[in-house]
């Protein structure tokens, strides 16, 4: 996130297709909004060289739950193959966000989540 097209290029090389708001590497994809990193989609057969990271340190628990920040997420899950402001895409697993923290997922076995379900 943040990184430039100059940035990209360095890091990425030379893209397979591309325009102003996006550069793609065979299925994999780099989004732009003002010539910056803004999202992407990350596939396993052109993977990205690309990290999402904590804002913040925090603790590392071994699970996320509702009401968990995408922080906590992503110290705990990992960089999303793809993302958005209210989503984080691990493969087939989704993890929903609202007001910046876990409203729900959609788990699927073939992608694992460490989540647990809220206490009831």
């Known amino acids: 996130m943040g990184s430039t097209q100059d940035d990209v290029l360095a ?3 030379t893209p397979t297709e591309f325009s102003e708001d996006e550069f793609d590497y065979g299925s994999s994809a780099v989004y732009f ?3 910056v990193v803004h999202s ?6 052109n993977p990205l060289k690309v990290r999402l990271l ?5 603790t590392r628990p071994e699970y996320f739950t509702v009401g968990s920040t995408k922080d906590d997420v992503l110290a705990i899950q990992g960089t999303p193959t793809e993302f958005s402001e209210d989503k984080f895409e691990y493969g087939f697993s989704t993890v929903y966000f609202s007001y910046g923290v876990v409203r729900s997922w959609d788990y ?6 460490k989540v647990r379900p809220p206490p009831q």
């Open 11 to 13: 890091i990425q090389g």
């Open 33 to 35: 909004s003002h010539a």
């Open 40 to 45: 992407w989609h990350n596939s396993r057969a």
């Open 54 to 58: 904590p804002s913040t340190n925090t």
């Open 108 to 113: 699927s076995s073939a992608n694992p989540l």
